[in-house]
């Protein structure tokens, strides 16, 4: 009981973290390679406080770690917390096609549907 507490806990905090647009932004520059505060504040138009607020999140979510080397915090991502967001999308895989798309997910009735449709040529008309 208590352990499906934590993961719930630790679920809703990966969530909270990726759900900003600068913290996903923090996460593909740290997928690319590590790096210091000062050079992720120089990829936003941002304060270095406010950089240091996001890391925090990220941190609490356990989706990065940071390491003193010199006078800097060197930051790198810890991908083990995103699977979680893998096993919860995983349930809407029936959703796309193999090639990834989301056709699925536009109603053919949908008004962009039906024009998409109009411009191809049908098989043997």
Same mark, same amino acid.
Not at 115 to 125: D, M, V
């Given at each position: 009981m208590y352990s499906d507490y934590i993961h719930m806990l630790s679920t809703d905090l990966v969530f909270k973290a990726i759900?900003?647009? @600068?913290? !996903? /932004?923090i996460i593909t520059l740290l997928s690319e390679s590590n790096c210091s505060v000062k050079q992720l504040t120089a990829a936003f138009a941002m304060s270095q406080p406010a950089v240091s607020q996001h890391l925090l999140n +990220? /941190? *609490? @979510?356990? +989706? &990065?770690?940071? *390491? /003193?080397i010199g006078m800097e915090q060197i930051y790198r991502l810890t991908a *083990?917390?995103? !699977?979680? &967001? #893998? *096993?919860?999308?995983g349930q809407y895989r029936r959703f796309f096609d193999p090639a990834?798309? @989301?056709?699925? #997910? &536009?109603p053919t009735n949908h008004p962009q549907a039906r024009?998409?449709?109009?411009?191809? /040529? !049908?098989?043997? !008309?």
């Open positions: 759900s900003h647009p @600068a913290r !996903r /932004k +990220l /941190k *609490e @979510a356990h +989706l &990065v770690t940071s *390491e /003193k *083990e917390p995103i !699977r979680i &967001v #893998f *096993e919860w999308s990834g798309h @989301a056709w699925s #997910f &536009v024009q998409t449709n109009r411009g191809r /040529k !049908r098989h043997g !008309r």
